[in-house]
C-alpha cells in the first residue's frame, strides 16, 4: 500500500500544481499586465510634469513673439484711426504717382474693428492704364506695412484723347490695420 499512497500523493501533487498552473498562470499574466499599465502611467505622468514645468517657459516665448509681431512694420503708423487714414492716404498717393496714375479723389472709408484689429481704409478713384494698374497692385502687395485690396472697380474711358488711348478709371479701397493696443 505504500506505493499506492506514493502514488496518490503524487497525483495530488500533480493535481495540485495542475490546478495551480491553471489558475495561477492566468494571474500572473493579469499582475504582469497591471504592472506595464502602472509603468506606462508613471512615464505619462513625468512627461505631462515636464511640460507643465516648461509652460512659463513657452509662455513667456509667446508674449516676445506678441512683442517682436507689435514691433514689425505689419500695421499701419499712427496712434489714431484719423492720423493712420491719413498716412495710409498719403502713401497710396505716392504709390499712385510713381505707377503713373492720376489720383481724382480719395477719401477714408469707415474704421472696422475685427476681431481684436482695427481695420482703416482709404477708397481713392484714379486714372490710368493698365499697367499703371500692374504697378500699383504690386506696389500695394510688397509694401510694409501690409495693405491690402478691398474693393476694385475698373472702368474703361471712352474716346481717349490722341496718345492716351487705354485710359482706365479705377475705384479701389485699400486697408491695413493698426497695432493693437
Given at each position: 500500500?505504500?506505493?499506492?499512497?506514493?502514488?496518490?500523493?503524487?497525483?495530488?501533487?500533480?493535481?495540485?500544481?495542475?490546478?495551480?498552473?491553471?489558475?495561477?498562470?492566468?494571474?500572473?499574466?493579469?499582475?504582469?499586465?497591471?504592472?506595464?499599465?502602472?509603468?506606462?502611467?508613471?512615464?505619462?505622468?513625468?512627461?505631462?510634469?515636464?511640460?507643465?514645468?516648461?509652460?512659463?517657459?513657452?509662455?513667456?516665448?509667446?508674449?516676445?513673439?506678441?512683442?517682436?509681431?507689435?514691433?514689425?512694420?505689419?500695421?499701419?503708423?499712427?496712434?489714431?484711426?484719423?492720423?493712420?487714414?491719413?498716412?495710409?492716404?498719403?502713401?497710396?498717393?505716392?504709390?499712385?504717382?510713381?505707377?503713373?496714375?492720376?489720383?481724382?479723389?480719395?477719401?477714408?472709408?469707415?474704421?472696422?474693428?475685427?476681431?481684436?484689429?482695427?481695420?482703416?481704409?482709404?477708397?481713392?478713384?484714379?486714372?490710368?492704364g493698365i499697367t499703371t494698374l500692374r504697378d500699383l497692385l504690386?506696389?500695394?502687395?510688397s509694401s510694409r506695412p501690409f495693405l491690402l485690396v478691398g474693393?476694385?472697380?475698373?472702368?474703361?474711358?471712352?474716346?481717349?484723347?490722341?496718345?492716351?488711348?487705354?485710359?482706365?478709371?479705377?475705384?479701389?479701397?485699400?486697408?491695413?490695420?493698426l497695432k493693437p493696443q
Amino acid at each position: 500500500m505504500t506505493k499506492s499512497r506514493a502514488l496518490a500523493l503524487g497525483l495530488l501533487v500533480l493535481a495540485l500544481l495542475s490546478g495551480g498552473l491553471l489558475l495561477g498562470y492566468p494571474l500572473l499574466l493579469l499582475l504582469n499586465g497591471a504592472a506595464e499599465d502602472i509603468d506606462d502611467l508613471l512615464f505619462r505622468t513625468q512627461r505631462l510634469r515636464n511640460i507643465a514645468a516648461s509652460a512659463e517657459s513657452w509662455h513667456s516665448r509667446a508674449e516676445a513673439i506678441r512683442r517682436q509681431v507689435a514691433e514689425e512694420e505689419q500695421f499701419l503708423d499712427g496712434n489714431t484711426p484719423a492720423l493712420a487714414a491719413a498716412t495710409l492716404q498719403a502713401n497710396l498717393k505716392e504709390m499712385i504717382g510713381t505707377a503713373g496714375g492720376t489720383v481724382s479723389s480719395s477719401q477714408a472709408t469707415p474704421v472696422k474693428e475685427e476681431q481684436g484689429f482695427t481695420r482703416v481704409g482709404v477708397r481713392t478713384v484714379l486714372t490710368g492704364g493698365i499697367t499703371t494698374l500692374r504697378d500699383l497692385l504690386y506696389a500695394v502687395e510688397s509694401s510694409r506695412p501690409f495693405l491690402l485690396v478691398g474693393n476694385l472697380n475698373i472702368t474703361p474711358q471712352r474716346g481717349g484723347v490722341a496718345g492716351k488711348k487705354g485710359l482706365m478709371t479705377m475705384d479701389i479701397e485699400i486697408y491695413g490695420y493698426l497695432k493693437p493696443q
